[in-house]
């Protein structure tokens, strides 16, 4: 066979094998009718399974009225997730006191969690936004800049999961920072309990800290000239047999804030 008998041969044959792949398998018709009957699954986890096979999805379930809340919080995570199909739910976040699950869930998992009476809802984990434009007048920042509320000299402390000290909006606004861990061991930067050191770890307390003290103009009177704050986190680490190890800080974020 020539080269130029041979090209046609080998793009004829690539055509043949893609056109035999199988189609991915959409979702069951009677899976699809139980998770809408049920009305316990979100419209949109349904659609995405039948585009996709899999979604990542927020399983919010009931708790049992006695004991501590986190005790009964992990108790009844722990009685969801048993015996679920192998491989169909894989746990992307749990929460020490809020009575939810996050993780990635097939056709075979939603069906065996709606199987569990302690199930309330199923939605699809979808990401929080920022609405700034709506926040302002909500908020009415502007009036209060314009009767004089300007934050000036007014020192913040935020407890929350840390800061980004680096953070070019705040890395003027910085005066000192502390760790200090509980509920754990080692969750502190640099593996210890307490440290001087309250990097953010989660985003929740660098966005705090912003509002504060940062240069965007939420807090009355943030400015790059705003002297620097003083972080320090508190830390609680727990650990699940059925995820990755998370953690939340508490940070403490000192600011002074001074008029632009």
């Known amino acids: 066979m020539t080269p130029a008998t041979r090209v046609p041969s080998l793009l004829a044959l690539t055509l043949v094998v893609t056109l035999a792949r199988p189609a991915a398998a959409a979702l069951a018709p009677a899976a699809r009718a139980r998770m809408v009957a049920s009305s316990r699954v979100g419209s949109e986890v349904v659609a995405r399974l039948e585009a996709a096979g899999s979604v990542r999805v927020m399983v919010a379930f ?86 004089g509320f300007t934050g000036a000299g007014v020192t913040a402390a935020v407890i929350d999961s840390g800061v980004d000290v680096s953070h070019p909006d705040l890395a003027d606004s910085i005066v000192d920072q502390r760790c200090f861990c509980s509920g754990g061991s080692g969750c502190c930067p640099g593996g210890g309990t307490t440290g001087t050191s309250a990097a953010d770890d989660n985003g929740h307390g660098t966005n705090v800290t912003g509002i504060i003290t940062g240069n965007g103009g939420v807090a009355p009177a943030g400015g790059p000239r705003a002297p620097p704050s003083s972080p320090s986190r508190c830390s609680t680490r727990t650990s699940s047999s059925a995820a990755p190890r998370t953690s939340s800080r508490r940070s403490t974020t000192s600011s002074r804030a001074t008029p632009r």
């Open 62 to 147: 009931a708790l049992p009225l006695r004991g501590r809340r986190a005790d009964a919080v992990a108790e009844a995570r722990a009685g969801i997730l048993a015996g679920l199909p192998a491989g169909s739910f894989t746990v992307r976040r749990v929460f020490r006191a809020v009575e939810a699950v996050a993780g990635d869930a097939s056709p075979a998992a939603i069906l065996a969690l709606l199987d569990r009476g302690g199930v309330v809802r199923i939605d699809v984990d979808a990401p929080g936004s920022a609405n700034l434009t709506q926040a302002l007048p909500i908020m009415h920042i502007t009036d209060v800049k314009a009767r």
